[in-house]
């Protein structure tokens, strides 16, 4: 069911799948260029095998929820994003949740776990980052190029709609300021009980093992980690069954 949440005078577009209203919920947050559609129909198909409720949301800039009311963020920004997570988590009377993020969603789903380590049961990050590398950098310039000589403008559009411009650009002017090098969240890992699942390609374009090990060393949960050979950033559209799989244990070994 597709509908629109009001947090915090910001309306959000939302896809909800009810299988159990008793059953935990796993909430997606996509990445720095992503939304609800664009994840396709791998919520939906991870809530059938886990049999688990789903709720997947467009932050505010993205797909079809309010746009951005600034032009540049904080390097808090996806602090800010995780308290909203909180607000939305309420709003919806949300208290059995699984976080799901990829890459942004990843680092924000962390940040949650740990300032709010009695509100997620468990996370699951794909790609996520918890400092800056210069690999991370490098592929987000790659990606500039792309936006500016390709059609890959033309791809985000249709997402996106006329706020294109202003998601492609928080993201790139964001990361690759000198003010954002310092970025570095490992202060909230410690603060994180609950199980988490960290998974990565081995090949992913916009970090090394340096982050999958940082979150696996540093939370105070059991965390345990899944490499995928061959596979970039993107492990849940490359290589969607081994990750569907081995989501669904981790999501069934909570319970």
Known sequence: ?????????????SFSFIIDENRPTIVFLH??????TLWRSFPQQLGEMTQCNVLVYDRQGYGQSDPFTTS??????????????????ETCALTNVILFGHSDGGSIALIAAGKYP????????????????????????????????????KKLE????DKTEAVFHMWADTWLSNAFRSWDITDFLPGIKCPVLVIQGESDEYGTIAQVEGIAQ????????????????????????P????????IQSLY
């Open 31 to 36: 990445d720095s260029l992503g939304c609800v």
């Open 118 to 153: 009695d509100r997620i049961k468990g996370v699951i990050t794909e790609g996520a980052h918890i400092f800056v590398e210069e690999i991370t950098l490098n592929g987000i310039r790659e990606a500039v190029k792309l936006y500016q000589h390709t059609d890959l403008k």
């Open 243 to 250: 990750v569907l799989d081995r989501a669904a244990v981790f």
């Open 72 to 89: 540049s963020r904080t390097n808090d920004y996806m602090e800010q994003e995780a308290d909203t997570l909180m607000l939305l988590l």
């Open 218 to 241: 540093q939370v105070s949960g059991e965390a345990s980690v899944y490499m995928i050979p061959g596979i970039g950033h993107t492990p849940h559209k490359e290589a969607a069954q």
């Open 158 to 161: 249709k997402y996106h709609g």
């Open 1 to 13: 069911m597709h509908q629109h949440l009001h947090i915090q005078n910001t309306r959000l577009h």
